[in-house]
């Protein structure tokens, strides 16, 4: 099994991609020629050999014509631009893929509809070369997994078209939940969108186990000149075929517990509210008995370690905890996927889970269900009743 490795340690943008891409061995002349299938205004790829604390890569620029005049694109206006170009099928259907995740979060952080998203920084020539560059590597490496490090996200504020932000942007933020990260290894952003989409549309697992042999390694010189090597490092290898074959993914997570006997019982409900808009994966009570026999609640959270602070702080300050208990857990998950199913009551998306490459379990979406069951006057049971019989 070929792999494709992420190694994020001083994070990842566009142009760190496709040269680490390139430094890999992807042929660049290639590259550059199917670009030119792109119909956008003129630019030149510059791609040299630089180097960052001692370690040597390859730097690609996209420099653009002084004639170009800076304007904002819709996300309908890519998707036009993209699927009306001679690129192939499998390009063109990543490269949207990877500009959906960019626009799914600006669409929810601005509160409007993905087909009116307006790109400012994304909608520009060096990032539609960047993501459909990304696209076209990966067609060319032809691997069939793709594994990323936990991504390193940097910190202090970054200034883009709405001001100055804090690190990471609430783009990227949006982009890479569900993702494990790290950050404040310096004091500036080190993931940019393009880069978290780029991983967030093509990694089958995050993992910081590399257990794979190395064939080739490449590096992407980054434009920053820092304390630490502003590189991205991909690495080419090969995997036993029986590692994914259970489709299993193993990922690390922290348990976060508090034992608690003399709370009001109706303020659970704002507590685990507060609990999951903070990001938490899981809350749950559990009926404890407590020293002298007092009946009690132990409240679990299950999360990533970048929501871990948040988590501690709520339990403190909305309930009548005096402490927590933290642990880090191994999370063993089913690969997943969704699927639309239609019924004579509407179409209802359907969460299966696998194993051994067979579909094991399905299981349709509570909340869609219930507000179909409101709109069309039944009982919810009567629409999942609906699902299997396949009316």
């Known amino acids: 099994m070929k792999i494709l490795y992420y190694d994020c340690f001083s994070g990842i943008s566009g142009d760190m991609n496709l040269g680490a891409m390139i430094d890999v061995g992807v042929d660049q002349d290639r590259l550059v020629n199917e670009l030119k299938k792109l119909a956008i205004d003129p630019y030149e790829i510059r791609i040299t050999m630089d180097q960052r604390r001692g370690v040597s890569g390859t730097r690609v620029e996209v420099v653009l014509s002084e004639k170009n ?5 819709s996300f309908r206006n890519i ?3 993209i699927e009306e170009s001679d690129l192939s099928q499998k390009v063109k259907t990543l490269s949207l893929k990877i500009f959906t995740k960019i626009a799914q979060a600006e669409a929810k952080i601005h509160g409007c509809n993905i087909d009116d ?7 520009a020539v060096d990032s539609i070369v ?10 060319s490496l032809n691997v069939d997994r793709v594994l990323s490090s936990p991504v390193q996200v940097g910190g202090g504020f970054v200034k883009c078209a709405h001001g100055s932000l804090p690190v990471p942007a609430p783009a990227t933020a949006e982009i890479l939940r569900e993702i494990p990260i790290k950050s404040g290894l310096v004091p500036f952003e080190t993931t940019t969108p393009t880069g978290a989409a780029i991983l967030a549309a ?8 590399m257990n794979f042999t190395p064939r080739k390694i490449g590096y992407g010189i980054g434009h920053r000149d820092t304390d630490i090597p502003n590189v991205l490092r991909i690495f080419l290898g090969d995997m036993g075929e029986d590692v994914f074959a259970d489709d299993v993914e193993i990922s690390e997570a922290f348990m976060v517990e508090c034992n608690i006997d003399d709370m009001n ?3 659970y409900d ?3 509210d507060a609990l999951f808009e903070a990001g938490a994966q899981d809350v749950f009570l559990v009926p404890v008995i407590m020293k002298k026999s007092r009946p009690a609640v132990k409240i679990s959270v299950l999360c990533h370690d970048r929501e871990l602070k948040s988590v501690e702080k709520i339990l403190l300050l909305r309930t009548s905890t005096l402490g927590v208990r933290t642990r880090k857990v ?11 199913v239609s019924t004579k009551y509407g179409e209802i998306s359907v969460k299966n889970a696998y194993y051994r490459g067979e579909k094991i379990k399905s299981k349709p979406e509570y909340e869609e269900c219930k507000k179909l069951a409101r709109e069309k006057g039944v009982s919810i049971k009567e629409i999942y009743d609906s699902l299997k019989s396949g009316e």
Request: hydrophobic content about 40%; charged content about 30%.
């Open 330 to 340: 191994t999370k063993t998950m089913l690969r997943r996927d969704f699927s639309k």
């Open 265 to 267: 019982p109706e303020f």
């Open 79 to 81: 998707s036009k631009l």
């Open 270 to 272: 704002d507590v685990m």
């Open 202 to 209: 093509t990694v089958d697992a995050f993992t910081e186990e």
């Open 130 to 139: 960047d993501i459909v560059g990304a696209a076209l590597c990966l067609e």
């Open 69 to 73: 005049v800076p304007y904002h694109r």
């Open 117 to 123: 998203v307006h790109f400012h920084e994304i909608g």
